[in-house]
């Protein structure tokens, strides 16, 4: 079972920035996908990026295309998910997630471990 530790949330201003960051350890990840989800009050859990941790691939939702950005370090084990030109819109708890299928994968059910979440709260 992997442990995932995000940080990096908080509160910060439309147009702002923010790194959120995901610590992976208690199994090889050479062969695994990454994702960040988000999930706001009273909304489902959604996809928002992934990355495969083999060749690098990425993918986006189409609602955070060209603003958001994940990319990972394999000496750190760690992904990380650059975020600019934020929205109010974009508040939401935030969740790292790992599979240990290295295919491609958009839904929360095709992962098999999740982190704790990190709040990132949007101010218009």
């Known amino acids: 079972q992997a442990q995932l530790v995000e940080s990096g949330g908080g509160l910060v201003q439309a147009g702002g920035s923010l790194r959120l960051s995901c610590a992976a350890s208690g199994r090889t990840f050479s062969r695994n996908s990454m994702g960040w989800f988000r999930q706001a009050p009273g909304k489902e859990r959604e996809f ?8 690098g691939t990425t993918s986006y939702a189409d609602s955070v295309k060209g603003r958001f950005t994940i990319s990972r370090d394999n000496a750190k084990n760690t992904v990380y998910l ?10 939401a708890v935030y969740y790292c997630a790992a ?3 290295p295919a491609r994968a ?3 059910y095709e992962y098999d471990s999740w982190g704790q979440g990190t709040q990132v709260t949007v101010s218009s």
């Open 106 to 108: 958009y839904t929360r």
């Open 99 to 101: 599979r240990t299928n």
């Open 82 to 91: 650059q975020m600019n030109s934020l929205k109010p819109e974009d508040t």
């Open 48 to 55: 928002v990026a992934r990355i495969s941790w083999i060749d």
